[in-house]
Structures are given as C-alpha cells and as structure tokens.
C-alpha cells in the first residue's frame, strides 16, 4: 500500500473532481464565535446549530451579555441544536473562564502551535478534540483535518488508517498532513459520507473514490448519491 500522505493527496483529487474546491469565507471567523458555533453543532445538523447560533447573536449584542445572563435563558435560545441544557452550560462555563482569565477572547491560542492550542481549548467543560481542532482549521486556518463521526468511517473505510475512535482517528491522521489541503480535505469528506459514504448502504456504485478504496464489503448495488448536502456551518460562521 502507498504511504498515508500519497493516498490522502490522491483522495484530496478525487473528492475535488467530483466536488469541487469548498467554498471558504475570505475573512477568517473570530475564533470565540467559532467556538461557540462549534459547540451548538454537536450531535445535530448544521441547518439547526446555524440557526441557534443566529438567534444567540440576534439576542445579544456581545458575548459579555452572557455573563449576567441565567443559563436556563441561554438553554432556550439555542433549544433547536438539541442538548440545549448541555450546551448552554458549555457556553455560560466558556464565557466565564475567559472573564476570569481577563478577556473573552481566544486571541491566546494564535501563537501556540496545534498541539499546545488543541490542549488549551479542551480544558473548557464541553469542549473535545474535535470541537478544538475545528477552531483550529477555521477560525486559525491551520491545516489540521477535523475528525467527525463522517470523516472516522471513511477514512478508516477507505484504509487510510485503522482506528477504533474519532479522537485515535485524528491523532493517527493528522501525522505530517500533507500541506495546505486541510479544509478541502476535511470538507468534501464530510459531503462524501453525507451523500455517499453513508453508515449502512454507501453508495460504492457511484463513489469517486471506488478504485483506492480498501473497504471490503463494497455496496455496487447502490448506484445513486443522496441528497446533496453543502451547507457547512463552520464556512458561515462571522
Ligand atoms: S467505495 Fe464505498 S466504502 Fe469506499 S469510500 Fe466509497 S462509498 Fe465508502
């Protein structure tokens, strides 16, 4: 088998042929809005979690607001993400930690390199390695490639690594990645496993990545796509 930079960058082509380049956001987020964003995407979708993050920052003018504000009001606000109780408690805890630190601001992680920054952000309550490594790739432009539940199955599918978790998953992946294609990478892996690449009947019949792909019980039964599904929350965060 070809070492692990070469199949990503070949996985990279093939995703960009059938996908195109991702659309990105010219200015970058701010990385305290992303990572609010990020923790109102757990476990719902993207449709959802935009739409909690919009009412959050219709209501409130900055995130000091939060300060003074009574969780169960911030529950209720962001009650279409889903795990609202949770999550506004992952908020109300990030937000206060930041005030007692002296600012809210992440401005802090920008001069950390990616191990050091991931460390930082996941000592917030409610904050895991995915979640930190999404700041990471949006809001900092580093090129590290998240890993959700679509980007575990089919990269550990395909046989780029063989890993029993998102988190190992990540570790093993992100093991000097190839330069500069990160966010495409990571982006049309997420549209790939939405659409194609699904949990039970992958469409194998109509995947781009057919040929490399190492996955033993291929479904060439299936021969049409889902529903196309573009719309990525962390793009449209600002
Ligand atoms: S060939 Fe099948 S299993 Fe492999 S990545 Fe494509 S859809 Fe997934």
Redesign the pocket.
């Known amino acids: 088998m070809k070492n692990k930079q070469t199949i990503i960058s070949a996985v990279n082509e093939l995703l960009i042929k059938k996908f195109g380049i991702p659309r990105r956001s010219k200015v970058l987020p701010n990385p305290l809005d992303l990572l609010i964003a990020t923790i109102l995407s757990q476990n719902t979708n993207d449709n959802n979690s935009y739409k909690a993050f919009q009412n959050l920052k219709s209501r409130y003018k900055s995130w000091e607001e939060l300060l003074s504000e009574k969780r169960i009001v911030i529950e209720n606000v962001i009650r279409v993400a889903g795990l609202a109780k949770q999550k506004s408690g992952a908020i109300k805890n990030l937000i206060t930690e930041l005030n007692k630190r002296g600012s809210l601001s992440l401005n802090f992680i920008k001069g950390l390199d990616n191990d050091s920054a991931i460390e930082q952000l996941i000592g917030f309550k409610g904050v895991g390695v995915k979640t930190a490594s999404c700041v990471l790739l949006f809001a900092l432009d580093r090129n590290v490639c998240p890993v959700d539940t679509h980007v575990h199955r ?1 990269v550990n ?2 046989g780029i690594v063989s890993e029993k978790t998102p988190d190992k998953t990540f570790l093993e992946l992100n093991k000097n990645f190839p330069e500069g294609i990160a966010h495409s990478f990571h982006t049309n892996l997420i549209r ?1 496993g939405r659409e ?2 699904k949990p039970t009947n ?3 019949g109509v ?4 040929k490399l ?1 190492g ?1 033993t ?3 060439l039964k299936m021969k049409t796509a889902g529903k196309k599904r573009e719309f990525m929350l962390l793009d449209n965060v600002g």
Do not use: A, F, S
């Not at 995947?207 to 057919?210: A, F, M, R, T």
């Open positions: 089919t599918r395909v790939l194609i690449c992958p469409g194998c995947c781009p990545l057919i792909c996955y019980d291929k479904n």
